[in-house]
């Protein structure tokens, strides 16, 4: 039963929401309507299990890993921070010490992170890029025009601009276009095979 | 070792060496390179540039710090030409460091035209589970929206008074970082067939022109090339712009790093033979 | 910039330099900058998820507005932390299985539509005598083509082989347009983290 009840109800919501598309009615957007509010309230509700799940481990590490205490305690500390300069509605203002600690610590760490791949890919293109076969060099040739229409290339640029718009719009849109109808189609099976029970990972073990 | 072997064998710190000075450069010795507007690009500017005065747009601030460098200049721009022309935009955002960064974009630009939220523009604030979100804000704003990011009950905001859901707006702009420029498409315009655009970063802007072709999107923003050439449309002096020599001279290097490669590689091929 | 902007410009300033240094190798000013903004990033959620969610779609609906319909779905969230009881954790799937059985009933028509119907009726297209007739032309064959390459059920051998490869040069052509974008994504990041470090360096000894 622990298993056979949460079937039932993803059968019966997914077929109801299937077959509500369908139905141009006020009753219909009511049942929509209350649905994903429903929906919405129940996700809030779950997203304490992430930050509970991520502080349990960073005090473990605290306590139990001399070498890393220290950095865990600094991610303790940064969250401790934010959460009491945070605790008015009106720390959400530009201005507040909260904001201020969002817009000079939060941002550039996260901005700079990101910011390493910069030089990764440019190893990668270094030493990866290289025209082996007939596949490959047709996708270093396509990489190579399309990164040149950034560079001012004189009497030349308007054609290069010209065919990397074609390219964009032509070759890369048709094989975009069939990833995404595999996709698409694959997506749609795994819905139906969820809907009837047939894809049950949700449930997770007993 | 031979010289190919060395040339192919070279510590990575060198490769990030390289890279960086070439991308310092721009900042020591200015120099301009033009940008030419593509047509997907010159359909979102029109789009909003043919709204009246009063009409209501949204814009969603839907992307984090990571994707600031590409995303930020364009809301920056566009929120500045609606303010111009006196559009009303109404901005919301689906990522949760999003939030921050539209409160950063709108206070400054609404401060500079002397905009007045509730009155001149709102911002409804951040709701997580984005395709959620869209489709609810489909039914109505209230519902996922009660208050606005302020605690300003949505009904009392004198802007939002007819204003209920897509249906009320001229349009829609999703700036995007992640699978919420999907969402937007699928949930959004597949529910409600409002007019969309995207403006989206440079690693997914590829995978956009299958709906640009198809109409379910009418314009597309692409990376930091895109942001500038908004900018040039609108004359607004902004970060996209000024990241383009930079963005010159680091793909000249990177293309230098795959021409040398490529000749170690094939010398290395040779020499084996 | 004014004494307190350049304080603040100056921790992030401080903070980025850290973050560049793992480039020559891990050490710990990168791990004291990478957990700082793992708890930051963590308080700031936790708080922005508070004000503007939990308040104003469980707390003010329920307790001031008296919608007493948002009790049931308040219950089963609540439902969703028993995950972590062993004796319980059954009651964690009746909350799962509703958000699972309503998600995938309201995307299954939408990706039917959205991912096959208008990608197949926008690739169908009249076709002309013109340099848009002949990229429409391209287009139908490209699609086609993909398509044919992601068939494996049949050996891609002969006509079916020969147009299966044209399908992977297609997908080849579109790869190489999403690396050669993303090496421009990927370089803007860096950029803008430069022109922020050379302003901000320019404000610290201009002043």
Request: net charge positive; charged share 15%; with cysteine.
């Amino acid at each position: 039963m622990r298993r056979q009840i949460p079937l039932y109800i993803v059968l019966v919501s997914g077929i109801v929401f299937v077959i509500q598309f369908f139905i141009p009615s006020h009753e219909s957007e009511f049942i929509f309507e209350y649905g994903q509010d429903w929906v919405m309230v129940i996700g809030i509700l779950a997203l304490p299990l992430g930050i509970w799940s991520y502080l349990r481990k960073t005090w473990l590490t605290a306590v139990k890993k001399p070498k890393e205490r220290f950095f865990a305690g600094v991610s303790l500390f940064g969250f401790a921070i934010m959460m009491l300069t945070g605790l008015k509605r009106e720390s959400l203002m530009a201005g507040s010490l909260y904001m201020e600690l969002f817009e000079y610590v939060l941002i550039p760490i996260q901005a700079t992170i990101f910011s390493l791949l910069a030089f990764y890919i440019a190893s990668a293109a270094y030493r990866a890029f290289r025209a082996r076969s007939v596949i490959a060099t047709m996708l270093l040739g396509t990489a190579f025009i399309v990164m040149l229409r950034l560079i001012p290339l004189g009497p030349i640029s308007d054609l290069n601009q010209a065919l990397v718009g074609w390219i964009l719009s032509v070759p890369n849109m048709a094989a975009k276009r069939g990833l995404l109808i595999g996709i698409g189609l694959g997506a749609i099976a795994t819905c139906i095979k969820i809907i009837l029970g047939i894809e049950r990972t949700y449930l997770g073990r007993d | 070792m031979k010289w190919h072997e060395k040339m192919l064998n070279i510590d990575r710190r060198w490769i990030y060496l390289i890279l960086g000075v070439a991308v310092i450069v721009p900042a020591v010795v200015s120099f301009h390179v033009p940008v030419n507007v593509t047509p997907e690009v010159r359909r979102v500017y029109d789009f909003i540039e043919d709204l009246k005065p009063g009409d209501i747009f949204y814009v969603g601030i839907d992307y984090d710090p990571a994707s600031l460098a590409e995303l930020h200049p364009m809301a920056y721009a566009i929120l500045d030409q609606c303010f111009r022309k006196d559009i009303k935009p109404v901005v919301a955002t689906l990522s949760q460091f999003g939030a921050g960064m539209a409160e950063q974009v709108l206070s400054e630009v609404a401060a500079e035209y002397g905009k007045e939220s509730g009155i001149d523009y709102c911002y409804l604030g951040y709701k997580p589970y984005p395709a959620i979100t869209i489709m609810l804000m489909g039914v109505d704003f209230r519902v996922p929206f009660p208050q606005d990011y302020y605690g300003t009950p949505i009904d009392s905001i004198p802007m939002m008074r007819y204003v209920h859901n897509f249906d009320d707006l001229k349009g829609v702009i999703s700036l995007s970082a992640g699978t919420s420029s999907e969402f937007w498409i699928i949930y959004g315009y597949g529910r409600y067939f409002m007019p969309l655009a995207l403006g989206v970063t440079g690693v997914m802007a590829a995978d956009y022109y299958p709906y640009l072709q198809s109409g379910q999107i009418f314009g597309l923003i692409s990376g930091i090339k895109g942001a500038a050439e908004y900018e040039a449309l609108t004359e607004y002096k902004g970060e996209g712009l000024k990241s383009i020599p930079y963005q010159t001279a680091s793909h000249v290097v990177i293309l230098a790093f795959i021409i040398v490669s490529n000749i170690g590689y094939f010398a290395s091929r040779r020499s084996k033979k | 910039m004014t004494t307190v902007e350049l304080l603040w410009n100056g921790l992030a300033a401080f903070l980025t330099l850290c973050i560049f240094s793992f480039l020559y190798k891990d050490n710990p000013f990168y791990k004291f900058a990478e957990q700082l903004v793992a708890g930051v990033a963590l308080g700031y959620w936790t708080m922005l998820l508070y004000h503007t969610t939990f308040t104003d779609k469980v707390l003010i609906p329920i307790f001031q507005q008296g919608k007493l319909h948002y009790i049931l779905p308040t219950i089963m969230g609540i439902m969703m932390w028993t995950r972590f009881s062993k004796k319980l954790a059954y009651l964690s799937r009746i909350a799962i299985a509703f958000y699972i059985g309503v998600g995938t009933g309201v995307a299954l028509p939408l990706y039917m539509y959205n991912y096959v119907f208008r990608q197949l009726q926008a690739t169908v297209v009249p076709l002309q005598f013109s340099w848009l007739g002949l990229n429409s032309l391209l287009m139908v064959t490209f699609v086609t083509c993909t398509l044919f390459y992601f068939f494996f059920s049949k050996e891609h051998k002969g006509t079916f082989g020969g147009l299966s490869k044209v399908g992977i040069y297609t997908l080849m052509a579109g790869f190489g347009a999403s690396f050669g974008l993303t090496v421009m994504g990927r370089v803007a990041l860096l950029v803008q983290r430069i022109i922020f470090l050379r302003e901000y360096f320019i404000a610290l000894f201009g002043s």
